[in-house]
């Protein structure tokens, strides 16, 4: 599936800020870029590093005043979204170790509270994928999907208080419960076609049976037609943007999701 | 200065659980590793890798039944820890790569809600490391040290609501005021000569004119003698210990440091 | 400046054939990535991954019959290269650790053999970037820059004994010169704006007074308007493609790169 | 099998120089250090980082005079090196990314010179381990191992031209020949109890079924007690110690290994 997905940033800068940005998708086994643009206005020095989790990384100076980012890329997103039931569980002792550092507690995630509340919630499934369903479940459950409703990032703990929620905190909870549980799980910051309303998304990944699948509690089914923009721990990791400094106005943003009828031609 | 530190960590297994230790210092910068010992009775197997942050972690299964950890290490460290007055602020811009990770708020660090207190605190200090001082002096004012008073991981939005705090929690907010004034800051555990009560101790780091310096706000004056174990973002990065599946009870931990008369010889 | 730079290869492939592929240039401290394709025509699954330069790298199996790649940048490349005259020789024990790779001998670089010609050839320079200087003259000297002249890689061993050379061979020996003489230095393979012929180019990069400059034996000028696609330690690390298996034909090739009018619109 | 390791280095230093030293075994998934000593008469600022490779390696300026390095280590080795007849060949695609800079050509190990003769030597035999048997019995009809022949470094398609060779000759012909055929190969050096004469060893590994499996050309039987000091993709990336600057006479080394009559008690 040949996606079109864009973003617009628009700030208004009152004094020159210093920004970390993580707008870049890139290449990898689940997507491939063909095209994109990345467009700074007006155009500054901005330098590009690769973070700990792999994700490719801007830093720039805003100046003051207008300041937008603008990113496109043509992408070949998956059709569909793999799933596995009855994928085993990995023992911890067995699990590869660039996927350790997503079986830890995290800003976001306490997954060390939630130990009780997983073993409950997965009482009679069996370890690995089908846990991870029965998770999904139970977020779904728990909280009304209502997009829009969060502006301060909330953790899992506070998530699982709450009745509504934005994507971010329901992966924040599934990734809480799956690591009380002992399985790997990361956030995923992206795009999804179809998306409603249309904005960055966030879903999560968990690690069974020797690889990474796709969890959306957000979403009835699990569809396909994503593009992962970055990975993390949680939302502490994978920040859209971070500015340092005095505090700038959020800006004003656009994302479009679209479909290309096949792959580009040269 | 030659220290020999040392721990035992005694379990009480009730099933076989695997296990996460980072107890392993590293020769690095600071300190050489002239010497070290790390038994397991029984002995059983163990893999060790390097994390994110660069600490050596081993991994193995604690079989059911009495499982002992035994480490000792002689050390070459510091007469005393760098000080350096005056030293000068490194903008965002232009901090290396390498420590960006120590910039952004953590598990325990949620520097995001520290910019007004950070500033008020240290309005008026230069900016650099005479901002890091007048945290140090803040933490001192506002929490009394005593070790022991804390079981569960707090963080620093809660300490900073207390009194009376451990070594941990002192680091942590100490941690935090630095970030959100955009000094990264990192969290040190290890060994420190002369502690009372003896036990393992944590202190923090921050970047400031081009290079790491120790501060530690359990101390009147910054001593020496100091070994590291492990540097993390904050305590969720660096537990001395960390299980997996259900809960085991907390060991009978011994930990000692005594100066040794000279380098070993061979 | 703004620069598109871009390149096509077409193969003929006798059967499918797995390719690695280093063909993207990343946004870093010199150069801003703003629009890029990368077209792979029949498209094929296509991985990316970072390698342990940093470099950006695709993996995919070349289907059986005709394959084209056909890769576009529009970058913002420096008007020209710095230079230092007198910067200085930064002692061993001070070197970062990330430059200490490129101080050893490598595929293409056997600086262990050439301790006698360097200290040679630099008697009277001081020690840094004028070293640098007279090794760049030597090159020039001893080799006529004779494009298309070589296909197989040769060493810098190799090269010394030519009178002719590529732009990669006069890298090479470039590089192996510094090196022995604790000079970091590292292969650049990217885009050179006025190259002639239009081809893609090698030149090199020397570590000095805590930074990297870089050199060009085949240019009597030190021009800008490079872009770097990749950093290796030789030619070995940086091949725009790798084949695995029977040996396909070299692609009919070709690279152009032509000056923008100025940043990308949106 | 518990092993005690252990080596002296005795230089002499006409004027202080910079080393980089490779000397202390990690433990991981084939071996456990529980006591290590790493000594340096007359006591020196040593640092100690983790290579592109995950090899602990040590920096220090050794003063003029004489200069010792003593390192011992007690450890767990294997019995016996795993085996694994039949298993499979991994195709290039499926690689993981870990092991890909072992299949490319390295400073002394030119396989892209020897495709036809892999090729020709391992015909009728199955992809994967049984090549890599069948390359091992190859190198042992070419090639005489004569401890202590071997001086200078020599590459795999030097050692190809001769009769006699050191281990590390064996192991980079050997290495050369299984990248020749797309399997991933690694230069391991280490200690081998019960060599004759005792000196450290080299010998390499293969990337086959999944992991790495042990070869060693230099014995009729594929011995254990092992331990593995440092991995690269051949002699330039392992080399126990080196030196920067103007020639240092090679050190009068002693090595020894011995077993111990079981796990050290603490």
Known sequence: MWLRASCTLDFSIPVATPFLLMLRPRSGAQQWVAREQY??????PAVEFTDLFGNLCQRLVAPAGP????????????????TAPG????????????????????RYCESDRFARLAASITAGYAPGYDQCV??????????????????????AAEANQRSEAVCRD?????????RALSIPARLVVGYLEGLQPMDFHAWFEAFVAGRWYTFDPTQRDLLGGRVAIA?????????????????????????????LDGAPSW
Chains 1, 2, 3, 4 share one sequence.
């Open 87 to 106: 994928a085993w569980f990995v023992a911890v002792e067995n699990l590869p170790e660039v996927v350790l550092p997503f079986l830890l507690p995290s």
């Open 39 to 44: 467009v700074l206005i007006p155009s500054v």
């Open 170 to 178: 329901m992966a924040h909870l599934g990734i809480a419960l799956c």
């Open 134 to 155: 029965a998770i999904v479940a139970y977020v779904r459950r728990t909280l009304v999907y209502s997009p829009g409703s969060g502006q301060q990032i909330i953790s």
């Open 67 to 82: 300041f937008s980012v603008h990113t496109s890329a043509d992408i070949d997103a998956a059709e569909s979204a793999d």
């Open 231 to 259: 990975y993390g721990r949680d939302a502490a990791d994978v920040a859209i943007y971070t500015q340092f400094g005095d505090p700038v106005e959020p800006p004003i943003m656009r994302v479009s999701v679209s479909r």
